[in-house]
């Protein structure tokens, strides 16, 4: 199994940036996907981005050109830069790992965007 912390959430003021992170520890592989998913209060979770550990990326349209992920794989870590926040980014935020089978999920961290 694959265990994944988050990292670097909280209160921010609109207009202004985030960081997250999420380490992978376990049963890592080498080709994987990791990335980030969002929950708002009453809504589905939906992605954010992901980055497969060649470097392919996808994003989700509503933060094209506001964030930017980006992954270590020596130390099994993927970031998340999130900048021009609005006050619809606020949700909990879930790291992701996909590879072989396995689909595992961070705890969250929450991101609160005030306007």
């Known amino acids: 199994q694959v265990q994944l912390v988050e990292s670097g959430g909280g209160l921010v003021q609109a207009g202004g940036s985030l960081r997250l992170s999420c380490a992978a520890s376990?049963?890592?592989?080498?080709?994987?996907?990791m990335g980030w998913y969002r929950q708002a209060p009453g809504k589905q979770r939906e992605l954010v981005a992901l980055m497969t550990s060649g470097g392919n990326t996808n994003y989700a349209d509503s933060v094209k050109g506001r964030c930017t992920i980006s992954r270590d794989n020596a130390k099994y870590t993927v970031s998340l830069q999130m900048n021009s926040l609005k006050p619809e980014d606020t949700a909990v935020y879930y790291c992701r790992y996909l590879a072989a089978g396995v689909d595992s999920w961070g705890k969250g961290t929450l991101v609160t965007v005030s306007s």
């Open positions: 376990g049963s890592i592989v080498s080709y994987n996907t």
